[in-house]
């Protein structure tokens, strides 16, 4: 029988292996979420950072820049409030991001709440709540069971159900 996810080492266990269901759960989460690719990968990319899960920003960054993101971006990303890379949507949704990834500093507080509704749509803002959220378990899951950064290659999870 042939594996719906491509195998990446994990020093622990292959949770695709014990846990097919609700993996495959968490997959159609993330499928399901309707947000630009763009925005979608910065949030990725920086809520890994925040909780530093060496394979998802592996995968991710690759991502980006498969999407054309910029290099210059991306190196620049952890510094977003200095930079004059991002506009005022991307900066809406990474300041969100940031709280939801870091709610046990304060919560989500009201000035990013509202930063975020007046720069995203409702449908955005909901879409960046939700990808912020997916990607905050995805971390927790990686780095729990320690999956192995650097095997990722774009493209490779496309033919999962």
Not at 103 to 118: K, L, N
Request: hydrophobic fraction near 45%; aromatic fraction near 6%; proline fraction near 4%.
């Amino acid at each position: 029988m042939s594996r719906p996810f491509p195998s990446i080492p994990a020093d622990r266990i292959q949770i695709d292996e014990v846990s097919l269901k609700p993996m495959t759960a968490m997959y159609h989460l993330e499928r399901s979420i309707e947000l630009d690719t763009t925005l979608a990968n910065l949030v990725k990319v920086r809520a890994s950072q925040i909780n530093g899960c060496a394979v998802c920003i592996d995968m991710h960054w690759k991502d980006a820049r498969a999407a054309g993101e910029s290099e210059e971006r991306l190196y620049s990303l952890d510094a977003w409030r200095e930079s004059p890379l991002f506009g005022e949507r991307e900066r809406a949704a990474l300041g969100l991001t940031e709280a939801i990834t870091r709610v046990t500093d304060g919560h989500v507080p009201d000035e990013v709440w509202d930063e975020a509704r007046a720069n995203l749509s409702e449908s955005e803002l909901a879409n960046v709540v939700f990808q912020a959220t997916a990607i905050n378990a995805w971390n927790r899951l990686m780095i729990t069971f320690r999956v192995e950064p650097g095997h990722y290659r774009v493209g490779m999870l496309e033919a999962v159900a």
